[in-house]
C-alpha cells in the first residue's frame, strides 16, 4: 500500500485534475452561491439536517452507503494490494486481529485470544467459536492454514497471478521455500479446529498488528477450489458483509451485512462501491447526492469546509461535521541519496533539511490540509514523539551555519543539486517550493521530472541525488516506518543510509514484547536516524475526504479504511416534494 | 465488387501485421517494467518477479515474445492482464459493447441534430437560424470535450435536481442505475461526445448543400418542375451528402476505438480507458490485444464505407477496369 501504488492510474487522475484546476474553482464557487440561493429562496426544498434534527442517540437501522473507490486490482484477500481492494476486503473479511481506529491497538476479530512464547516466536490464536463463512460452511483453523499457505505458494503454483502481498506473510518460517518449491509453510500449523499456531522466523513482538491486515483473512478451499475464476470476482469471506452479485468491473462492488454474522451487526444493510476512474466525478456525484463518501478534489478542499463542515476528530464523519483532514500513516519526504559526493556530507544534509520551511509548503500547496512534518513517524500514531527529528524545524541561519562549516559558504563551490521527482502527481508544486528555499542558501537546483516508472527506477537503483519519496504504513506500527525504510539491507532503503548500530537496534525492537518498552526503543532509534538526516521528512498525506450529511459514526481511519461497522444513516425524512 | 472487397481483406494481413509490430516494438521501448509496477513504490519480491516475468514470457528475446504473441492471436488468444490476471478477451467482452453503445448514440445525435441543421441552415442561408447555427457551431467547436461534460453535469445533475426538488434530472455518472433505465444514462455522454463532430457535419452539410443547389442539374430539375422537396431529396442530398457521409463514418471508426475524456468525465465503463490506464500500468498485454481487435473494427468500417460510396455514387465504380 504505497502512494500512488495501484498507480499510474490515480496519477493520470490527478493530471487530468491539474488542467481543469481553474474551471473547478469558478463552478464549485457558482455551485455554493446556488446552494446559497436554493436555501434563501426555496423554503422547504432542501431539508438541512443538522438544523432541524436533534441527533437521536439510538443509531437507526437499515440504508446502503456509497462508497467511492477507483478500480481495485484484486478483492481476493491473497492479492487485495491496494487501498481500494483492501477496503472491500476489509469488509468482507476478518483477520485474525483488527486495528481499532481510535486507540491505535490491536483487539481480536476472528481471533478471540492470542498469546506468543516468550521471545515472540510462537504465537497461539484462539478462534471465535461459532463463526460460519457466507456459504454456511465453518471457520477454522484450517482455513487460516490454507489461506496462509495460498498466498506464500503462489510464486511457485499461480506464477502468472503471484501474489503481490505475500510479502506480508515472510517473518512465517518456510516462506521462502514456500514461494520457490511450493511447500507449504512449516510455521502455520492448526493445533485443533479452533487452534492456529504461527511460528516465525525471528522475534516480533508487533506481529499481532501485522496480522490485522486483510491479507490475514481465512479463505474457504472447497469454495476457491470449485472456481478460482469466480472466487476471484466474488470472495466468500467471513466478515460482516457478504458479496451481493459478482464484482462487475469498472462500474461497483456490492455488499450486504450478513444475518449471520458471528460478531455485531452493522447498523447498515450493505455498501454500494461505486467505482470511478477519478475523484473529479465521484465529487460531483456527491454534490448530486447519490455518493455517499468520496474524495475531495484539490483546490476544493476549503470551499467544502465552508459547505460541509469539519469533522471534529479529522477521522470521524457526523452530520454537520462531514469532511476529514486527519493525518494519515503515511508521509511525504525528500530522500538524499548518500553515496552522492556532495549530499555524503550529513552537515549538508541537515542544512538542506532545516532550510526548508515546512509550514508554508502545508499552507499554501496542501491548502492547510496537511501538516508539517516534525517526526518521520506520522501524528496519530502509537508511539508518535512530537519534535523528534529536529532538522525539521525552520532554521535558515543554523542551515547557513552548518553549509559553511561543511566548505560551502553561502553555497559557494556547491555544485547544482539535482531534485527527481514523478511527473502528473502534483509534486511540481513542493518542489519549486524547496528550491526557492534552497536558493536562500545560495544553493541552485535544477529539476528532473520523470514518468512515474522512471522515477521509480532511478530511486529504487540510487542513480539520484535528491528525490521526492512518500511511504504508507501496511500497519500503523513505528516498525514500519523504520525497518524497511532505513535497515542498511533493505530494498525499499532509497537513501542508501547504513548505521550498523541502528540495524542492530531495529532487530532488538522487532524481539521486544513489552510494549511500552518496544516503543522506546524505536523512539530512539528514529532520534539516531535523524541526527543522519538521510531524508527531509516534509508534511504527513491527510485526509480530504467528505461524508454525506446522512452519515453517523463513521470512521475513516488514518490507514485509509472506511469502518462500516458502526456507521448508522439518518433515515429519510418524508420526501418534501 | 466480389474481387475488390476480396482484395482490400486480403490487405488487412499486411496492416495487422505492421500494426501488431509498431505496437510491440513500441512498448518495448517505453521505459517502465510492467512487473515491477506491480509493486508500486515498494521493493518487490525478487521470487514474485521472476515468477510473473517467466509467466508472461517477459524474459524471453523480443523477437521471440512476438512470433509466440502472433502465434496465439491466431488461435483467438490474447493472453491476460499483467496487473490483474484477466484475460484480455473477457475485458475486451466486458467493457466494449459499452464503447459501441456510446459511439451509436453519438454518431445518432451527430447525423440527426448536425445533418440537420446543416440543411436547414443551407435551405435558409443568412437568415437568423443560419446565423444561430454557425454561432453554436463554432462555440461547440472551441470547446473541451471534458469542460462541455462537467457543465452538463452540473447544469443536469446538480442543478436541476435541486430546482425541482431530484424530480426532473439525468444521470450524471456510469452506465447502470436503479433509478434510471439504462437509455437514460446514455444522454449526457453521447450529446458531449458527440459535440465537436456534430458541429462539424453541421458545417460540411451546410457547405455542401449550398454548393449543390447551384449546380446546373439541380437547376434542370426544377427546370423539369419537379417540387423542391424533389430536387433536395431526389438530387441535392444525393451528391451533397458524400462526404458528410465519409466524415461521419470515419467519426464512428474513432469513436469505436475509444474516448477517453468522456468515458472519464461520465464514468462511463468503455475500452478507451481501459487502454488509456493500460499504458500507465505498462500492462501490454491488454494495451496490444485491445488496440489490435480496435484497429481491426475500424479496417472493417473504413471497408464498409468505400463499398457504400459506390451506392451513394454511381460514378464510383471499383471494377478491375483500370487494370
Same mark, same amino acid.
Given at each position: 500500500m504505497l502512494p500512488y501504488g495501484p498507480g499510474t492510474v490515480r496519477t493520470a487522475g490527478k493530471e487530468a485534475g491539474v488542467l481543469t484546476y481553474r474551471f473547478r474553482r469558478t463552478i464549485a464557487t457558482a455551485v455554493v452561491a446556488a446552494m446559497v440561493l436554493s436555501v434563501l429562496g426555496l423554503v !422547504?426544498?432542501? %431539508?438541512?439536517g443538522q438544523g432541524d434534527g436533534e441527533k437521536s442517540d439510538e443509531p437507526a437501522k437499515g440504508g446502503t452507503m456509497t462508497f467511492f473507490i477507483v478500480e481495485p486490482a484484486f478483492i481476493d484477500p491473497y492479492n487485495a494490494q491496494e487501498s481500494e481492494g483492501v477496503q472491500v476486503v476489509q469488509a468482507v473479511f476478518d483477520s485474525l486481529t483488527a486495528i481499532? %481506529? =481510535? #486507540? !491505535?491497538k490491536a483487539i481480536p476479530a476472528a481471533a478471540a485470544s492470542w498469546e506468543p512464547n516468550a521471545d515472540a516466536t510462537v504465537w497461539t490464536f484462539k478462534l471465535v467459536e461459532g463463526a460460519k463463512f457466507h456459504d454456511g460452511t465453518p471457520v477454522t483453523a484450517k482455513d487460516f492454514v490454507y489461506a496462509f499457505n495460498r498466498i506464500a505458494t503462489s510464486p511457485n503454483k499461480i506464477p502468472d497471478a503471484a501474489s503481490e502481498i505475500a510479502y506480508h506473510l515472510s517473518p512465517i518460517k518456510g516462506f521462502d521455500e514456500a514461494g520457490e518449491k511450493g511447500t507449504d509453510m512449516a510455521g502455520v500449523k492448526a493445533i485443533d479446529d479452533m487452534t492456529l499456531e504461527i511460528t516465525l522466523s525471528y522475534s516480533w513482538g508487533d506481529f499481532a498488528y501485522v496480522l490485522a491486515? @486483510?491479507?490475514f483473512g481465512p479463505v474457504p478451499q472447497a469454495a476457491v477450489e470449485k472456481d478460482p475464476k469466480a472466487f476471484a470476482d466474488m470472495p466468500v469471506g467471513n466478515g460482516p458483509f457478504k458479496m451481493a452479485e459478482p464484482w462487475k468491473h469498472d462500474q461497483y462492488v456490492k455488499v450486504v451485512a450478513d444475518p449471520d454474522y458471528y460478531g455485531d451487526k452493522p447498523f447498515i444493510d450493505g455498501v454500494d462501491f461505486t467505482i470511478f476512474k477519478d475523484e473529479e466525478t465521484a465529487f460531483r456525484e456527491f454534490q448530486a447526492g447519490t455518493v455517499d463518501f468520496t474524495e475531495i478534489p484539490q483546490g476544493q478542499i476549503q470551499t467544502s469546509i465552508e459547505t460541509y463542515g469539519e469533522s471534529k476528530d479529522g477521522w470521524t464523519v457526523n452530520p454537520g461535521e462531514q469532511v476529514l483532514i486527519g493525518p494519515e500513516a503515511a508521509i511525504y519526504y525528500y530522500s538524499f541519496n548518500v553515496a552522492d559526493p556532495v549530499m555524503k556530507d550529513v552537515k549538508v544534509r541537515q542544512a538542506l533539511s532545516m532550510a526548508i520551511n515546512r509550514q508554508a509548503l502545508a499552507d499554501t500547496v496542501y491548502e492547510g490540509t496537511r501538516e508539517p512534518a516534525d #517526526?518521520? =513517524? @506520522?501524528? !496519530?500514531?502509537?508511539g508518535y514523539e512530537p519534535g523528534i527529528w529536529p532538522e525539521t524545524t525552520y532554521d535558515l541561519e543554523g542551515a547557513k551555519k552548518l553549509l559553511a562549516e561543511a566548505g560551502y559558504p553561502e553555497g559557494k563551490g556547491l555544485p547544482e543539486i539535482k531534485i527527481n521527482f514523478n511527473t502528473g502527481g502534483g509534486h511540481e508544486k513542493p518542489m519549486e517550493l524547496i528550491s526557492s528555499d534552497w536558493a536562500k542558501l545560495g544553493i541552485k537546483t535544477k529539476s528532473e521530472g520523470l514518468e512515474f516508472p522512471q522515477h521509480i527506477d532511478k530511486m529504487q537503483s540510487h542513480k539520484y541525488q535528491v528525490g521526492r519519496a512518500g511511504w504508507i504504513a501496511d500497519y500503523p506500527i513505528m516498525d514500519n516506518f523504520t525497518y524497511p525504510e532505513f535497515l542498511s539491507t533493505s530494498a525499499d532503503n532509497w537513501s542508501g543510509f547504513k548505521d550498523l548500530e541502528v540495524d542492530a537496534a531495529l532487530e532488538k525492537a522487532r524481539a521486544t514484547i513489552d510494549e511500552d518498552a518496544r516503543i522506546k526503543a524505536y523512539q530512539d532509534i528514529e532520534k539516531k536516524i535523524a541526527a543522519a538526516s538521510p531524508v527531509a521528512p516534509l508534511v504527513w498525506y491527510a485526509h480530504r475526504h467528505v461524508g454525506s450529511e446522512r452519515l453517523n459514526d463513521f470512521v475513516y481511519d488514518n490507514i485509509g479504511l472506511g469502518h462500516f461497522e458502526k456507521v448508522w444513516l439518518t433515515p429519510e425524512e418524508p420526501a418534501s416534494k | 465488387m466480389g474481387q475488390y472487397i476480396l482484395r482490400r481483406l486480403l490487405q488487412f494481413i499486411p496492416v495487422f501485421l505492421g500494426v501488431t509490430l509498431v505496437l510491440f516494438v513500441l512498448t518495448r521501448v517505453i521505459p517502465g517494467d510492467p512487473v515491477k509496477l506491480l509493486a508500486g513504490e515498494r521493493s518487490q519480491d525478487p521470487v514474485v518477479y521472476e515468477a510473473i516475468t517467466k509467466a508472461y514470457g517477459l524474459d524471453k528475446p523480443i523477437l521471440v515474445q512476438y512470433v509466440n504473441y502472433l502465434g496465439s492471436i491466431v488461435k483467438g488468444d490474447f493472453g491476460q492482464s499483467i496487473?490483474? #490476471?484477466?484475460e484480455v478477451t473477457t475485458i475486451f467482452k466486458e467493457k466494449y459493447p459499452y464503447t459501441v453503445k456510446l459511439a451509436l448514440a453519438a454518431i445518432f445525435v451527430e447525423i440527426i441534430i448536425g445533418i440537420g441543421a446543416g440543411v436547414i441552415s443551407a435551405l435558409r442561408p443568412y437568415s437568423f437560424l443560419d446565423a444561430l447555427v454557425t454561432l453554436s457551431t463554432s462555440v461547440l467547436v472551441s470547446l473541451p470535450v471534458f469542460w462541455l461534460g462537467m457543465l452538463l453535469q452540473y447544469f443536469f445533475g446538480i442543478w436541476l435536481k435541486r430546482w425541482t426538488g431530484a424530480t426532473l434530472y439525468l444521470p450524471i455518472s456510469g452506465a447502470h442505475s436503479a433509478t434510471f433505465p439504462d437509455w437514460v444514462h446514455l444522454i449526457l455522454p453521447a450529446v458531449t461526445l458527440a459535440s465537436v463532430s456534430t458541429a462539424y457535419a453541421a458545417r460540411i452539410m451546410r457547405s455542401q448543400l449550398l454548393e449543390v443547389q447551384g449546380q446546373d442539374y439541380v437547376r434542370t430539375a426544377y427546370a423539369k418542375g419537379l417540387s423542391s422537396r424533389a430536387v433536395l431529396w431526389g438530387h441535392s442530398m444525393k451528391n451533397a451528402l458524400i462526404p458528410v457521409v465519409t466524415f461521419v463514418a470515419l467519426d464512428l471508426g474513432a469513436m469505436l476505438s475509444g474516448a477517453i475524456l468522456t468515458e472519464t468525465v461520465f464514468n462511463w465503463p468503455g475500452i478507451g480507458y481501459t487502454i488509456f490506464s493500460a499504458i500507465g500500468k505498462r500492462d501490454w498485454p491488454v494495451v496490444i490485444g485491445s488496440t489490435i481487435i480496435v484497429t481491426l473494427v475500424f479496417m472493417v468500417i473504413n471497408l464498409v464505407v468505400d463499398i457504400g460510396y459506390a451506392f451513394l455514387d454511381p460514378r464510383i465504380r471499383y471494377d478491375e477496369s483500370k487494370a
Open positions: !422547504g426544498c432542501q %431539508p438541512a481499532d %481506529p =481510535i #486507540s !491505535g491486515h @486483510p491479507a #517526526s518521520f =513517524i @506520522p501524528k !496519530g500514531m502509537l | 496487473a490483474t #490476471s484477466r
